[in-house]
Structure formats: structure tokens, C-alpha cells
């Protein structure tokens, strides 16, 4: 999909883009795992409470790095995620034990969750796009012959 919004402005594309994402956000969501029900701990750190489902809700389309035309779709943490969907766990849910480097949680959380998330829903993630790019462009597209496949 990167290579058919190539040629829009960035806001077109970011709002191309993120239509087509909301497939990918969904099945992430319901992919993430969620830690056992009768372990119901809540833990705190800094103040916030973490309970479990937190990670599964904090699975979001990124849109706010304003510097990129890309749209990101994965686990939203820090400062700017809400208090009930802060995905401050992720590294550790998808990382290695104790002592190892972040990258292999990073290159986990892409094998386990992220690919096999966005396999599932490409063929709706495609028709998102179709029917975006159809209500923003409409005529324009089919008088410029655009290949929206």
C-alpha cells in the first residue's frame, strides 16, 4: 500500500493510510495476549495502576509523529496513553527474561504478533483502503487512471 499513496500530499496519505490500518489495529487486539483472570494483581508504577487488558486496549493506529507521512499501528505508551490503556508491558510480554537486550523483544513483538496480525487482515485492510480512496477521490481517480490495487 506504501507504493499507491506515494504520490499524495502527506495528509492525504495519512488519512489513506489509517483507514487501511484499522483492520490490522483490530486483529491485533484480539491477538495480544491478556494475562489470567484469577491472577487479578494490579500492579502500580509511578502512580498508574497496570490491570490486566491494559495492553490489549493500548493497541492503537499511531498517528501523532507529525513528521512522518507513515501511519503505525502497536501498543501506545508513556506520557500521552490513557491511564486504562497504557501499553507499558509490552516489551516484557513479547521480550526475553531478564538481562537480554530490547531489540529481541522488539523482534519478537513483530514475529508473534505484528506480521501474523497484518497476514489476517490484509484482505480487509485492502477493501478499507478501496472504499477511502473511492470516497475521497472518486472521479479524479478514474480520470487519472489510477491503479488503486
Known sequence: M????SVFSKRDRKGLLTKAAAPVRKEL???TKVRDRKNRRVNVVGGRAYKPGNLRRSMKTL?????SSSVFVGPDFGRGAKANADGYYWAMAYG???GKKRLNGVKNYRRELLIPSAQQSEKASIEAFRKDFAKRFGTRAAQQKLNVS
Do not use: D, F
Open 29 to 31: 487486539r484480539s491477538n
Open 63 to 67: 498517528t501523532k509523529l507529525r513528521k
Open 96 to 98: 526475553t527474561p531478564s
Open 2 to 5: 506504501e507504493k499507491a499513496v
